[in-house]
């Protein structure tokens, strides 16, 4: 895990140096992050950390995100989570320092666990956070901050609440 979080802080490095200018309806951006993972009980499992990475396209008014993410949860019956996903989000306040948005989206996730039997099910998620420019003029880099409630479709459902904070690059043309 450790490995993963040091791959995602250089790759977000490299990329904070690309960055040209703030997100704009037309760019795509990416945005790595690290999570804290509250579980819902029925996992048997500690809560605990993990990682995350949006790949997005800025419209005037939504995004729209593929978003991957990893949790390496602990306790009686560890668990690692992988999962892939495409989110909607509506942002508001695009032209202003911080924005906020909100989020909805569905994907699938894998479990592998340690004493239950390994799943593979679909899950939705909804959720909402803010992006602060770096730069007063917006231009370059933003924190990401979003709290994602997230229904794991297994038997029995799973609400698990995750918890993130990142950057958000943008890059390309508009």
Known sequence: MRSS????ASCA????????AGEQPGQWYVAPMLSAFYADSSRNADD????AIALGKAH???????????????????????GI????????YRP???????????????????????????????GFGLTTDFKADGTGPALRTEVRYRLDFQDPTEND????IGVQIPFGGE
């Open 13 to 20: 490095c490299l990329l904070l140096t690309a960055a040209e």
């Open 161 to 164: 609440w995750i918890g993130s």
């Open 60 to 82: 005037e008014n939504f995004n729209i995100e593929l978003h991957g993410h990893y949790y390496d949860l602990g306790g009686f019956n560890g668990t690692e989570i992988w």
């Open 85 to 92: 996903g495409v989110d909607f989000v509506r942002v508001f």
């Open 96 to 126: 202003e320092r911080i924005s906020a948005f909100l989020l909805a989206g569905g994907g699938y996730t894998k479990g592998e666990q340690d004493v239950e039997d390994d799943n593979q099910n679909p899950y939705w998620n909804f």
């Open 48 to 51: 605990d950390f993990g990682a």
């Open 5 to 8: 979080i040091v791959a995602m």
